[in-house]
Every structure is written in structure tokens, then in C-alpha cells.
């Protein structure tokens, strides 16, 4: 199976930068997505990551190392509309290239 | 505008009843998808469709069925086997090829009276 790990909750300052982290274990790696989700609408994609390093989207970006099963969304210059919850999801040949979400990281932006 | 639909957007089911919610695309995807969202907590997969009359169960299919007679539908039913039904469900969409996101819709809320 995959286990995808996400801290819970982050708090940031309108302005500043905040760092969400991801971690992920499985057999068959074949992508991982970021997305955004509003409370109580649909997530909405963000990025897309399958080889090593940095992708930059204006002011958010989404990092890949796949040694260490790792990837982190950044996001920059904060601004109170960005406060919603954040989801790290993989895809898995092994698994029939299914979807497997992390539990989502909530940003809470503050004036 | 192209596009996933789902409705309703709220529903509520008496105990023992099946309830069935709609999910329409004209993306023209080949991939429909279904997922069950409880509170505070990440998407879990229903079920998934890769193409036309044919579907797959994802990690938590029990007291749940779908069908694919066209393209461009995909509906989930929650049967009166699923025991805690109450949660929003999310269908979802893609074209099925690598790299290629998911599009979901904007949810159904079930509830049960």
C-alpha cells in the first residue's frame, strides 16, 4: 500500500512564505499532484511533479526528490485567499495508477 | 463551458434507503472517478472508471456501486449496506494519461435523517 504524510494544520503571516511538506512510500512511483481545496468545494489542481526538482507556477512552486520520497509546495507572498487546505496526492503504476490523497495540510493565512 | 456536474449538491437519505448521485462530464475524459471526502480529512477512492462498461472498486468500494453506460456519465450509488454513509463525495475526471490532473466537480453533500 502507500502511506502520503502532511502536517495537519500551518499558520502563516499575509506576506510571507510558508513551506508544506510531504513525504510518501510507494513501490511504483509514477507522479505526484498538488492541489487546493476551499472549504467545502472541489479541490482544484495546482501542480504536477514527476522528475526531481523545482516547478514554479507564479507564486507557487512544488519540489520532487524522489530518493527520498519527498515534495513540498511553496507558497510565496501569502495572501489571505490562500487560506485553505492542501493536498499532496501519488500516482502508483503498481497500484493501477490510481490516485492516493494525503490527509491535507490546512493554511491558515493572518493579516 | 466544459465541465464536471454533480448534483445534488445536498441530499439526504433516510436509514435504509439507496440514494444515487449524478455525475455528468463534457470533456470528453475517458476516466471518471469517485471519491469520499470526511470531514478534516483527505479524498479516499469509491470506485473508478478507465473507460466505457467497465469499472474498477478503489480502497473503499463496500456498500457502494457505479456504472458506465456512456462516456460522459458516471453515477454512484450508496446502498443501504454502507453503514456511515454521511460525508461529501467528489467525482472527478481525466483524460488518463500520465501527468494528465484530475478535474472534480463541486461535490455532493450526503446526509442521513
Known amino acids: 500500500g502507500q502511506n502520503i504524510d502532511q502536517p495537519t494544520e500551518m499558520t502563516a503571516t499575509e506576506g510571507a512564505i510558508v513551506q508544506i511538506n510531504c513525504t510518501y512510500q510507494t513501490s511504483g512511483f509514477n507522479g505526484l499532484f498538488w492541489y487546493q481545496q476551499h472549504a467545502g468545494e472541489a479541490p482544484t489542481f495546482l501542480s504536477y511533479?514527476?522528475?526531481?526538482g523545482l516547478e514554479e507556477k507564479g507564486r507557487f512552486s512544488s519540489f520532487l526528490s524522489r530518493s527520498k520520497g519527498y515534495s513540498y509546495l511553496l507558497l510565496k507572498e501569502l495572501q489571505m485567499k490562500d487560506s485553505a487546505s492542501y493536498l499532496c496526492?501519488?500516482?502508483?503504476?503498481?497500484?493501477?495508477?490510481?490516485?492516493?490523497f494525503g490527509g491535507g495540510t490546512r493554511v491558515l493565512v493572518k493579516p | 463551458d466544459g465541465g464536471i456536474t454533480q448534483s445534488p449538491k445536498y441530499l439526504f437519505r433516510k436509514e435504509g434507503q439507496n440514494v444515487t448521485l449524478s455525475c455528468e462530464q463534457n470533456?470528453?475524459?475517458?476516466?471518471m472517478y469517485w471519491y469520499r471526502q470526511d470531514p478534516g480529512q483527505g479524498l479516499r477512492l469509491i470506485y473508478y472508471s478507465q473507460i466505457v462498461n467497465d469499472f474498477q472498486k478503489g480502497d473503499i468500494a463496500e456498500g457502494y456501486s457505479v456504472s458506465r453506460e456512456k462516456k460522459e456519465s458516471f453515477p454512484l450509488t450508496v446502498t443501504s449496506a454502507q453503514k456511515n454513509p454521511t460525508a461529501f463525495y467528489l467525482c472527478?475526471?481525466?483524460?488518463?494519461?500520465?501527468?494528465?490532473?484530475?478535474?472534480f466537480g463541486d461535490g455532493t453533500r450526503l446526509s442521513i435523517l
Open positions: 470533456l470528453n475524459h475517458d476516466a
Open positions: 496526492a501519488v500516482r502508483d503504476q503498481a497500484a493501477g495508477n490510481k490516485l492516493t
Open positions: 511533479n514527476v522528475l526531481d
Open positions: 472527478a475526471s481525466s483524460i488518463g494519461e500520465r501527468g494528465q490532473p484530475q478535474h
